[in-house]
């Protein structure tokens, strides 16, 4: 079945430094994939998406491009700020009716300054 | 952009009450919603798919008969957590998926049990 792999946290950066956080994926078809964040005592809110091979989400500085032939879809910025420090949560979904997102268990990222 | 809202956002009850949380969506129709379930420092578990007009789809080892679940429009589904004990303290989390199925989250309800 469908599976998502991330790569386990924390991971703990100083402001300003390049953030990289690897998420690889197992799927049959083509699935769209997603990056979605969570802060503190919140829900979670869509950070990127990218529905087809070597198509680039970006969103608010941070980028992820879909490798099909790598099943991966790294999240990177290259420069983070104290306020990006939250929960990362990649996903991935056949966009079908009744499907739900699965998941990977997330990475922690914090920022100091 | 689409939005999901939850209410309430925290909930205190005490053990052997039930609780219900709503889960609506605000700009766009959701034919169908989800239900899923955040343990601390944990990724989301699904609890159950939930589709207007029929009976929600429980994932294996959630028990129907504790988490009830209704989804009685396209713009609202409810959970239901009955009896509550202190081991479903939780953080609750519903998604609505447009036409397009993309999914959107509310942003989660926080359920104590005493």
């Known amino acids: 079945g469908n599976s998502v792999t991330q790569m386990e946290g924390p991971v703990t950066l100083s402001e300003e430094a390049f953030l990289t956080i690897n998420c690889t994926y197992t799927a049959t078809g083509y699935p769209s994939l997603f990056w979605y964040v969570q802060y503190p005592g919140e829900g979670l809110q869509l950070l990127l998406k990218?529905?087809?091979?070597?198509d680039k989400g970006s969103n608010k500085g941070f980028e992820a491009t879909y490798r099909k032939e790598t099943t991966s879809f790294h999240l990177e910025k290259g420069s983070v700020q104290v306020s990006d420090s939250a929960v990362y949560f990649c996903?991935?979904?056949?966009?079908?009716?009744?499907?739900?997102?699965?998941f990977g268990k997330g990475t922690t990222l914090s920022v100091s300054s | 952009g689409a939005v999901v809202s939850q209410h309430p956002s925290r909930v205190i009850c005490k053990s052997g009450t039930s609780v219900k949380i709503e889960c609506r969506s605000l700009d766009f129709q959701a034919t169908t919603m989800f239900w899923y379930r955040q343990f601390p420092k944990q990724s989301l578990m699904l609890m159950a798919t939930?589709?207007?007009?029929?009976?929600?789809?429980?994932e294996q080892g959630v028990e129907k008969d504790k988490f009830l679940i209704n989804h009685a429009s396209l713009t609202l589904s409810t959970l239901t957590v009955t009896s509550a004990h202190p081991e479903d303290s939780s953080f609750y989390i519903c998604s609505a998926s447009n036409p397009a199925y993309e999914q959107y989250f509310g942003p989660g309800t926080r359920l104590t049990v005493t």
């Open positions: 996903a991935l979904s056949d966009l079908q009716a009744g499907t739900a997102l699965i």
């Open positions: 990218a529905t087809k091979a070597d």
């Open positions: 939930s589709n207007e007009g029929s009976k929600a789809t429980y």
